[in-house]
């Protein structure tokens, strides 16, 4: 971040800020994860900086439980503050603040649809003139709501029955229908469903990108050189993050919605045929991965590409269980998060990654900060007393937790896998593909080579295909689009 700083450069003790909720905007009480930024002064908006890991901009978090229309939070410094450890060191200048109010429930997201927000407001920060920020929080992101159909995407909302039921008020599961050629003119025509997971947050409004005119998936997809299916693009966001689609104690039956609620309500509409085939990048690799390993027979076979870390032993770079901590190696260095691909140069460590994420979160822990490593907690890990996940390790020291791993054995793909392969094997039978760089961004070779090394032991033998690609980084993939569609096609017994 670029600001300016006094030539001294001087810090400032005691920050204050107070942030009143215009009346204007609300006329009931508001609560949530109320969030402070300083901006560069020539930036744009400081609000765009959440959930950046690598991000330079100064947060303060704290937690809201009641603030009502005209009323004011006043603080000198939040509980949670990032990238700084205490704010008595940030530097003198000009700064652009700007307040934010994460409110939504259900979407937990930076910059969430209905979440409140102040209007960039520059502020010199002077440790002569030690007065508070006044920062009003008057706008308002707008509402969710489904966008346009086209003639290729169509959108859907579904009220869910068994996440309703789970979280105690009405859930909905969101997704995009991008429909083949003909769709419309041959309406007796029934077609495979090819479920796509896209990384980690994506949204369902990701497959109108796709389908952007003159875009190269769009021609391919027009032509006919690609097979009809219905491609249905899932949504990543939910009350923790990313509900990574399968069952699990904090997100709730998200695997039970997709498989009896969702896929079939696409099928009825949409005409399925009943075939389904699953592909995925990074959480999507991992969620088509799982999805195809929990439910056998429901799919017809998985494409993962990059997927999050399948044997536990190494999530990412952290061996949960074995290792004391999640933020230290046993020689005391800091455990890398994510890394260059090219030069190998670290760009942020576990520990960085969980601060940003402590300041988004409820209770300053990254546990409910709706962002990876608070993701992963709620899909793995138990849920405690107070209704939120037990975070596996401490938020501040690292500390991991050993009293919680078997909870998140179960879903560790390495172990399953190893505990149920007599069951599993002939129904995964040529179904399970996989393929990663070996210079992937977040480390995420390495626990594919330990799940690769531990499944080639397996009787009846593994027959999936694990292809690695020396070199690359993040996402890469062994197949284009056209041989992917072929592959697919093949899989479903497609005619055409």
């Not at 503050?81 to 307040?99: K, M």
């Not at 407001?121 to 509402?143: F, G, K, S, W, Y």
Request: charged letters at 20%; aromatic letters at 10%; proline letters at 8%.
């Amino acid at each position: 971040m670029r600001n300016r700083a006094s030539a001294t450069a001087q810090t400032v003790a005691n920050v204050a800020a107070s942030v009143q909720l215009d009346p204007a905007l609300a006329s009931n009480p508001v609560a949530g994860r109320l969030m402070i930024l300083l901006g560069s002064p020539d930036g744009g908006e400081p609000r765009f900086e959440l959930g950046q890991a690598e991000s330079s901009t100064p947060i303060l978090g704290m937690d809201v439980a009641k603030l009502e229309p005209g009323g004011t939070v006043r603080t000198l410094r939040a509980p949670s503050q990032f990238p700084l450890e205490s704010l008595t060191r940030i530097r003198a200048g000009e700064y652009q603040a700007q307040a934010v109010l994460h409110t939504n429930l259900d979407l937990n997201l930076p910059n969430a649809p209905g979440d409140l927000y102040s209007q960039p407001t520059r502020v010199r920060i002077d440790p002569a003139r030690p007065e508070p920020m006044a920062l009003v929080l008057n706008q308002q992101l707008p509402a969710d709501r489904l966008p346009a159909e086209t003639e290729w995407v169509k959108s859907i909302k579904l009220r869910s029955q068994v996440l309703s039921q789970f979280h105690g008020r009405d859930m909905f599961l969101r997704a995009a229908v991008i429909v083949p050629r003909g769709f419309t003119e041959q309406t007796d025509q029934r077609y495979p469903l090819r479920v796509h997971v896209g990384g980690y947050g994506s949204r369902y409004l990701s497959a109108l990108g796709r389908m952007e005119r003159g875009g190269g998936f769009a021609q391919l997809w027009q032509s006919d050189a690609a097979p009809k299916f219905l491609i249905v693009h899932l949504d990543g966001a939910g009350p923790l993050g990313d509900p990574y689609q399968i069952d699990s104690a904090n997100h709730g039956p998200y695997g039970t919605a997709l498989t009896t609620e969702l896929i079939p309500h696409i099928e009825r509409q949409f005409r399925g045929n009943g075939r389904r085939v699953l592909d995925g990048g990074s959480t999507g690799g991992w969620v088509s991965f799982a999805l195809q390993v929990f439910y056998p027979e429901y799919f017809q076979g998985c494409w993962s590409s990059c997927p999050d870390p399948l044997d536990f032993r190494s999530f990412q770079r952290i061996n949960i269980y074995d290792d004391a901590s999640a933020y230290v190696d046993g020689a005391a260095r800091e455990v890398p998060s994510c890394r260059d691909p090219r030069s190998g140069q670290v760009r942020f460590t576990v520990r960085q990654e969980c601060a940003m994420e402590n300041v988004l979160g409820l209770g300053d822990s990254w546990a409910m900060s709706g962002q990876q490593w608070g993701a992963w907690n709620a899909t793995f890990g138990p849920q405690g007393p107070d209704g939120r996940p037990v975070p596996l390790w401490n938020p501040v020291t690292g500390q991991i937790d050993q009293s919680i791993l078997e909870h998140w054995m179960k879903f560790d793909m390495r172990r399953h896998l190893e505990a149920n392969w007599a069951k599993l094997a002939p129904l995964l039978k040529g179904k399970l593909r996989v393929w990663i760089g070996e210079a992937d961004d977040y480390y995420l070779n390495e626990p594919v080579h330990r799940f690769d090394a531990a499944v080639r032991h397996l009787v009846p033998k593994f027959d999936g295909q694990i292809t690695f690609g020396p070199g690359y980084g993040h996402c890469w993939s062994s197949l284009n689009e056209p041989a992917l569609m072929k592959e697919m096609a093949a899989a479903v017994a497609l005619k055409e």
